[in-house]
């Protein structure tokens, strides 16, 4: 579930532009209708060509392929379910989005070129050193398989209908505690 915060966070910002994007024409029709370069010169019309949506497309395949190791190792059941779903939505996306104008694609695309270009950029050992960020660390041997998204969802269901039973909150906070003040001593025993 933590993997999906972050999409979530920027889920206002993307959506806020997009909305945007998708108004302007009826605000400022005449400085986007002459606004565009090369083959799409009026940004409020949708690209005659169809070769926005296709790139925009092919830029966000890029991107889901950049990253697919990582997806792939932290868990790769799910991982490969993923990829499989944003390998569809880049196709899917081209006729369900044909229509947008040229704004939108514009936005997309650029965005989609520079989150690959700072995907690409951090895979590069040198970057991630002069930056100070470390490598993912590798899967300890023997340690259990992580779990899917199905799973953890039912796990936190079970877990909700366990605490909402006869135990009260002092009784689950003294156990926490005690709990706590083990493994702390387990800790010195260690030293």
């Known amino acids: 579930l933590g993997s999906l915060v972050i999409p979530l966070v920027q889920m206002p910002v993307f959506m806020s532009m997009f909305f945007a994007l998708r108004k302007m024409p009826d605000y400022f029709s005449t400085e986007l209708s002459d606004g565009g370069i090369l083959w799409f010169t009026d940004l409020a019309a949708p690209d005659p060509y169809m070769i926005l949506p296709v790139t925009s497309a092919l830029t966000f ?35 369900l989005t ?53 799973e953890m969802l039912q796990d936190f269901m079970q877990n909700k209908k366990k605490d909402s039973g006869d135990t009260n909150l002092k009784e689950r906070i003294e156990a926490h505690n005690a709990m706590i003040e083990q493994k702390k001593g387990g800790r010195r025993k260690r030293k």
């Open 98 to 150: 044909m229509n947008f104008s040229s704004a939108v694609f514009c936005y997309w695309t650029v965005n989609n070129t520079f989150s690959f270009a700072q995907s690409a950029l951090f895979k590069s050992a040198s970057v991630r050193k002069s930056l100070g960020i470390w490598d993912t660390p590798k899967p300890v041997p023997g340690a259990p398989k992580p779990k899917g998204i199905n």
């Open 61 to 95: 395949l890029l991107m889901m392929e950049m990253g697919k190791e990582q997806m792939l190792a932290t868990s790769p059941q799910q991982g490969k379910l993923m990829l499989t779903f944003f390998r569809s939505i880049a196709v899917v996306m081209i006729p």
